[in-house]
C-alpha cells in the first residue's frame, strides 16, 4: 500500500499504455512516416470506391487526408522529440496534439478501409497498401496514446476517464521567444489563408458520402490537435496584429474560390453559403451585439428577396418593374429596414422573451402572407405557394451573370459570377459590423446586453439604440435577399420559414451565430459555412439530418460553449481562468504593480 | 452649526428634491423627502436597511418615477427618463455593483462618455475626421479619469476580473465619465476594508475638489462622519434629521432608529441579574455577519436593533 502511494506520486504521469516516453515517441513517429508512405500504394483494386484510390505512387481522395494526417503527426511527434526548427510548431502542447493528429488519422485511415470493405464487399477488395496504412496508423495511434499529458497533475487522475482527459488537455500557449519581421508574420498569415482554403476547397470538392464523413472525421479531431498544439492561438495573435492584411487575405482567398471550379456543382453551394453567412453576420448585430433574441429573423431575408423579386422584371412580378441591379439591392434592404422599424417600434419596449416570442410569431406572419396574397385569399401581389419565379439574370454593365465568363483568363461559372457578387455584399457587410461594433454605438450595444439597467443609468437611450440594432440588422438581411432573390431565381414562402432541413431559416440563422460565437465577426461565417456544408453534403443521411444535427450542437455547447470562435469575453465567462485575459506586453506590468501593493502592505 | 452647511446652500443648490413620495401599492417606501445637495457639498444619506435610501436614489435617478414631489437639478426639473437624468449631468453607482462585467476597464468607463458624444452609426460607418477625433478625446479623457482611480495600468482587464475594491472605484470611474455635476453613490464602501474604504474617503474628496458635488448613501457611519458636510437620516421612508455629523450623533432619535428605543427601566434587571448571556450571544449571532472583529463602524446597522440592546451605548460612544 504505501509502496503503490509513493509509486503514484513520485513517477511522472503517465501516458494511457504503458511504455517508455522515449519509445513512444519514436513508434509514433516512425508509424506516422509509414502512414504517410502507405498513401503512395493503392488501396484497393476497384475504381468503384469514389476517389479512385487505385494508383501506385499517387494519392488521391481520401488518401490524402490520411496523407496530411501522417504527415501532421509526423511534424508534431518530431517536434515533441526535440528537432530543431520545428519547435514553432508546438508552441503550447506537444503530447496533447501528437495524440489527437495520430486520433484523426486513424479515424480517417480506418474509416475508408472499413467502408471499401462495406461498400464493395469484404475485405478482400483491400490492396496491400491499404492494409499497410491500417497497421501503421493503428501503430501511430498506440504510440502516441502512450505519451504522458503535457501538464502532469499533482495527483495521479484515478479514472481512466480522467486518465485520457488529462492526456488531451489543453496547456497555455509559452511566450514567444523571437520576434518575427513583419514581412514574415504577413507571410504566415496568407500561408495559414491559403491553407484554410485548401482545406475547405477540398471539403467543398469531396464526394457526398463516405469521402466527405472521412474528411469531416479529420476535420474534427485535426482541428482540436492544432488548437491543442497552440498554432492557432499563434495565428489569432499574428492576425490581430495585422488586421487588414488578415481580412484582405481571407477574401483574397474566398474570392479565388470559384476559379478553382470547373462546374457549377460546387459554386453554388459556395454562393449560397455567402448568402446564408451574410445573413447570419447581419443577426449577429441584433443578437451578439445588442443581445436582443430575433428567432424570426430570416423573414427579413424574405422581406429583402420578395421586395427584389418584385421590381427586377419577373414576367409574374405583380409591379411589373424591371429596376437596376443597384436599385434593385437598395429596394430590398430599404423594405427589409421598414419592416424591421415596424416590428421593432413596439416591440423593443419589452425585455428578453416577449421579444423572442414576437420575433417569432413575425416570421411566421411574414411566410403565412406571403402564401395569402395570392389572388384569392388576398390581393394578388406574391403569386402565393408558387411564389415569383423566373426572376432573370443580373446583367451590370453588360456583363450578365447568366453566363459562364473568362474573369483574368480563368473560366468562371454561372453561379461563380453570383459568388463574386455576393464576396463585395458580404465585405461590405464586413465592413459595416466591424466599423459599428468598434464605436460608440458598438459599445452601447454591449452595454445594454451586459447590463441594460446600468447602461440607461450611464445614458444610454436603451430603447433608441435597441431598434438600431434591430434595424441595421434587418437591412443587411435585405442587403442578402436581393442576391439570395437573383440566386435561386425564384422568391417563395417556403424558403423562409422557422425550422426547416435547408439551411437559411431563423433556427440555422441562430445556431449559425451561437456555434460560430456570439459576438465576434468570423464565429457567424465559420458557423454558417459549416451548418451550410454539412446538411448539404451529408444528403444520405437526409431522415436522420435534423436528428444528427441536434445532437452535433448538444455536443458542441456543453464542449464548447462559447462557440467555434470565440469572442474573448465569451471565453472568459465559460471559462474562469482568473487573470487570462491580460493581454501578453501587460504581464510584467502588473507583476510590477503586484509587488508594489505587497510592499505597501 | 458649522459654517459648510450654512454656505453651501447660499451658493447655489445642485439638487432640490422637493416632497418626494414613492409608493408601491400599499407600501409607502418613501413619504414627502425633501432635500438639497449644494454644489460642491458632499451630503451623507443614512438610515437602518430598508429605510427607502436606495428607492430615493431611483426616485433622483429616474428609475423609478416618484409618486408625488418633485426632483430638481440646478433649477430645471429633472426628466422621467433615466438616461436624461444622466444627461442633464445626476450619474450614480449601484449598491451592488453594476459594471458591464464583459467588457474591459476601459471600455466601461468609454461606455459612460456615451451622453458627452454624439457620434451616430453613420459616422461610425463612414469614419470621418470627426469620428477619429471623437474617439481619441474619448480614450484621453478615460483614461484620465483611470488615472485619477488608479486604474490606468489595468485599462485592457475585464471589469469581471477586478478585485472588489477596484470595481467600486471604476464603477465611480464610469459614473464621473458621463462629466456629472452630482454624483450619487450608493454604499460605496460596502464590502471593504478599512484600508480600501480610506482609500474611497480620499477619493469622494477629489471628486468633490473636482467641483462635483456628491450625495451618498453609507452604513460606515465612520466613512459618512468623516466625510460630509452634512447628514441626512431617513427612517422608514421619511427624513428624521439633517445637519452636521455631530447634530445627528447626538440626536436620540436617530440612535433610538438604529438601535431600538433607549435602554429603559424594565430591562436593567434582566441586565444586572445575568450580565453573562447577553455579553456572550452578541457576538455568536454577530460573528458570520461583518468579516473579522465586529467594528464599532459596522456593527450597528449590521443587525436589527432589538437583538442587542446591551452593546447598543457602548458601540456608539466613539
Given amino acids: 500500500m504505501i509502496v503503490m502511494t509513493t509509486d503514484t506520486t513520485t513517477t511522472p504521469a503517465r501516458g494511457l499504455l504503458p511504455l517508455p516516453e522515449r519509445t513512444a515517441r519514436l513508434t509514433t513517429a516512425a508509424g506516422a512516416l509509414v502512414t504517410a508512405l502507405s498513401t503512395g500504394l493503392a488501396w484497393t483494386w476497384s475504381s468503384d470506391f469514389p476517389g479512385d484510390l487505385t494508383y501506385n505512387f499517387s494519392p488521391a481522395g481520401l488518401q490524402l487526408v490520411t496523407l496530411v494526417g501522417g504527415l501532421l503527426t509526423l511534424l508534431l511527434a518530431a517536434s515533441a522529440l526535440g528537432v530543431r526548427g520545428l519547435q514553432w510548431l508546438t508552441p503550447a502542447g506537444r503530447n496533447a496534439p501528437t495524440l489527437l493528429a495520430a486520433l484523426a488519422t486513424f479515424a480517417a485511415t480506418w474509416f475508408t478501409l472499413i467502408s471499401i470493405a462495406v461498400q464493395l464487399g469484404g475485405l478482400i477488395n483491400l490492396e496491400p497498401g491499404g492494409l499497410l496504412a491500417a497497421v501503421a496508423s493503428l501503430i501511430t495511434l498506440l504510440g502516441a496514446l502512450a505519451l504522458p499529458p503535457d501538464t502532469p497533475g499533482d495527483t495521479a487522475p484515478a479514472g481512466g476517464w480522467q486518465r485520457f482527459t488529462a492526456v488531451l488537455a489543453a496547456s497555455p500557449v509559452r511566450r514567444r521567444t523571437r520576434e518575427l519581421p513583419s514581412w514574415a508574420e504577413i507571410l504566415i498569415i496568407a500561408a495559414a489563408f491559403a491553407a484554410g482554403l485548401l482545406a475547405f476547397t477540398y471539403g467543398i470538392d469531396t464526394d457526398d458520402g463516405a469521402p466527405f464523413v472521412g474528411y469531416l472525421l479529420f476535420m474534427v479531431l485535426a482541428v482540436p490537435a492544432l488548437n491543442r498544439a497552440g498554432l492557432i492561438a499563434r495565428l489569432t495573435a499574428l492576425t490581430r496584429n495585422h488586421r487588414g492584411v488578415a481580412l484582405c487575405a481571407a477574401f483574397l482567398s474566398a474570392a479565388s474560390f470559384p476559379f478553382t471550379q470547373d462546374t457549377d456543382q460546387y459554386t453554388i453551394i459556395g454562393a449560397n453559403i455567402l448568402i446564408f453567412a451574410t445573413v447570419a453576420l447581419g443577426l449577429n448585430v441584433v443578437v451578439g451585439l445588442a443581445g436582443l433574441l430575433d428567432l424570426g429573423y430570416v423573414a427579413f431575408l424574405g422581406v429583402g428577396a420578395y421586395a427584389a423579386a418584385l421590381v427586377s422584371g419577373s414576367a409574374e412580378s405583380a409591379l411589373g418593374l424591371h429596376f437596376p441591379f443597384w436599385a434593385a439591392l437598395l429596394t430590398g434592404a430599404a423594405a427589409s429596414l421598414v419592416f424591421g422599424v415596424l416590428i421593432g417600434a413596439p416591440t423593443l419596449r419589452l425585455r428578453g422573451d416577449y421579444l423572442a416570442i414576437v420575433t417569432l410569431g413575425f416570421g411566421e406572419i411574414f411566410r403565412i402572407a406571403m402564401l395569402n396574397l395570392n389572388g384569392t385569399t388576398g390581393p394578388d401581389i406574391t403569386n402565393g405557394a408558387m411564389g415569383i419565379p423566373n426572376i432573370p439574370n443580373l446583367e451590370i454593365f453588360g456583363f450578365n451573370f447568366g453566363e459562364p465568363h473568362e474573369i483574368l483568363g480563368i473560366p468562371v461559372a454561372t453561379y461563380g459570377n453570383y459568388y463574386l457578387l455576393m464576396i463585395l455584399v458580404t465585405a461590405f457587410v464586413v465592413l459595416v459590423f466591424r466599423r459599428a461594433a468598434a464605436s460608440r454605438i458598438g459599445r452601447a450595444w454591449i452595454a445594454i446586453r451586459e447590463d441594460e439597467t446600468a447602461a440607461i443609468a450611464m445614458g444610454i437611450n436603451s430603447f433608441r439604440l435597441r431598434l438600431l440594432a434591430f434595424a441595421l440588422g434587418a437591412a443587411l438581411a435585405g442587403l442578402a435577399g436581393t442576391v439570395h432573390a437573383h440566386v435561386v431565381t425564384t422568391a417563395t414562402p417556403e424558403q423562409f420559414q422557422f425550422a426547416g432541413p435547408q439551411p437559411p431559416n431563423s433556427a440555422f440563422l441562430l445556431a449559425a451565430v451561437i456555434l460560430g460565437g456570439m459576438g465576434t465577426l468570423s464565429g457567424p461565417l465559420v458557423g454558417a459555412a459549416l451548418l451550410f456544408l454539412i446538411p448539404a453534403k451529408l444528403d444520405f443521411v437526409q431522415d436522420y439530418q435534423l436528428l444528427l444535427f441536434g445532437i452535433a450542437l448538444v455536443l458542441l455547447m456543453r464542449f464548447r460553449p462559447e462557440g467555434l470562435i470565440p469572442d474573448r469575453r465569451k471565453q472568459l465567462e465559460f471559462h474562469e481562468t482568473g487573470q487570462l485575459d491580460v493581454p501578453d506586453q501587460r504581464l510584467p506590468d502588473t507583476d510590477a504593480t503586484l509587488g508594489v501593493t505587497k510592499a505597501k502592505a | 452649526m458649522t459654517t459648510a452647511p450654512s454656505l453651501a446652500p447660499a451658493t447655489d443648490t445642485v439638487l432640490k428634491a422637493d416632497g418626494v413620495t414613492m409608493r408601491f401599492g400599499g407600501l409607502t417606501a418613501v413619504r414627502g423627502v425633501d432635500l438639497t445637495v449644494g454644489s460642491g457639498e458632499i451630503v451623507g444619506l443614512i438610515g437602518p436597511n430598508g429605510a427607502g435610501k436606495t428607492t430615493f436614489f431611483n426616485c433622483l435617478t429616474g428609475l423609478y418615477v416618484p409618486t408625488e414631489g418633485t426632483v430638481s437639478y440646478r433649477g430645471t426639473r429633472l426628466s422621467r427618463k433615466p438616461h436624461l437624468v444622466t444627461q442633464a449631468g445626476v450619474a450614480r453607482t449601484f449598491q451592488n455593483i453594476r459594471l458591464f462585467a464583459n467588457m474591459t476597464v476601459l471600455e466601461n468607463v468609454l461606455v459612460g462618455r456615451h451622453t458627452r458624444t454624439k457620434e451616430g452609426l453613420w459616422s461610425a460607418l463612414l469614419r470621418g475626421p470627426g469620428f477619429k477625433k471623437a474617439e481619441r478625446t474619448s480614450e484621453e479623457r478615460a483614461m484620465e479619469l483611470l488615472e485619477f482611480t488608479g486604474l490606468a495600468h489595468k485599462r485592457d482587464h475585464l471589469a469581471r476580473n477586478l478585485p472588489y475594491g477596484e470595481q ?49 448613501i453609507e452604513h460606515d457611519m465612520r466613512f459618512i462622519f468623516n466625510l460630509c458636510d452634512r447628514v441626512a437620516v431617513l427612517v422608514q421612508g421619511q427624513k428624521l434629521v439633517e445637519g452636521t455629523a455631530e447634530v445627528v450623533q447626538a440626536d436620540d432619535r436617530v440612535i433610538a432608529a438604529y438601535l431600538g428605543a433607549p435602554v429603559d427601566d424594565n430591562t436593567t434587571p434582566d441586565d444586572a441579574a445575568d450580565p453573562a448571556p447577553t455579553a456572550e450571544t452578541p457576538p455568536t449571532t454577530d460573528a458570520p455577519d461583518p468579516g473579522g472583529a465586529p467594528s464599532a463602524d459596522t456593527a450597528p446597522d449590521a443587525t436589527p436593533p432589538a437583538d442587542r440592546p446591551a452593546q447598543g451605548p457602548t458601540g456608539d460612544t466613539p
Fill in chain 2, 168 to 216: 467600486r472605484k471604476l464603477e465611480i470611474a464610469r459614473a464621473l465619465a458621463s462629466e456629472p455635476g452630482l454624483l450619487l453613490l450608493d454604499e460605496p464602501t460596502a464590502g471593504m476594508n478599512p484600508y480600501e474604504t480610506r482609500a474611497t474617503q480620499d477619493l469622494v474628496l477629489a471628486i468633490r475638489a473636482q467641483g462635483t458635488a456628491v450625495l451618498v
